[in-house]
């Protein structure tokens, strides 16, 4: 067994000034955490309203298709059979409504989103060209804002989920602060009652880098007030 032996002074001083300040450190970091935490319940809430939001416009674009779907089948009949009786001609790449006919007071009520797409398919000959494309919606003029929107907020949605994750990997990592910052308050509450000088010099030492380690990393951290 060593002799008893009784740090230098300033090396009893060093280590109470580690403690303290490893004391405010671990508070800080207690501080902070809680801060990121809040953060990340809030990115998270947002999260879950803009995806709540994106259902809703999801909802909104399906009843829009449907609505064009079906007026458009019923433009197209009534057009075919204005065709075959005489009563309107066969577009030639352009399409002018009569308002007397069916097809023309169907042509009037077609949603203003969904009007460019059907004379964008109107142009291409689609009664006469067998390579045109089917219908208005597969052409590239047929969008919807509401989808539009959708796929909008689902990007927002992600975007604070990414967020949210991220704040919740701050807090934790302060946390992991505060017990690296609880450990060298320990290192150096034992090192001066340790019997030995190898065993107080070696938790002095282990206080000091540990307490340096940690505090290198906090000052490397993002913070927020």
Request: contains cysteine; aromatic residues 10%.
């Amino acid at each position: 067994m060593g002799e008893d032996w009784k740090l230098p002074s300033w090396v009893d001083l060093a280590l109470t000034v580690v403690m303290a300040l490893a004391a405010v450190g671990t508070a800080w970091s207690g501080f902070q955490s809680a801060k990121w935490s809040g953060y990340q319940a809030i990115s998270f809430a947002e999260a879950g309203a803009a995806r709540t939001e994106s259902a809703k416009a999801a909802t909104d674009a399906g009843q829009d298709r449907l609505k064009d779907l079906v007026a458009y089948t019923s433009w197209i009949g009534a057009l075919q059979e204005e065709i075959i009786a005489g009563t309107s001609p066969r577009p030639q790449g352009d399409y002018v409504p009569d308002p007397d006919e069916v097809s023309g007071f169907l042509y009037e009520r077609f949603r203003p989103e969904f009007k460019p797409a059907v004379d964008a398919w109107v142009a291409t000959h689609p009664l006469v060209d067998p390579d045109a494309p089917a219908t208005p919606f597969d052409m590239p003029e047929y969008t919807l804002e509401s989808e539009a929107l959708a796929d909008d907020l689902v990007a927002r949605a992600e975007a604070a989920t990414a967020q949210a994750h991220e704040d919740n990997q701050r807090s934790d990592n302060y946390v992991f602060m505060a017990v690296v910052l609880a450990l060298a308050l320990f290192f150096a509450g034992v090192a001066g009652r340790m019997r030995t000088r190898r065993s107080q010099w070696i938790l002095s030492c282990c206080a000091a880098v540990t307490f340096l380690g940690a505090a290198v990393v906090i000052l490397a951290l993002p913070k927020t007030f």
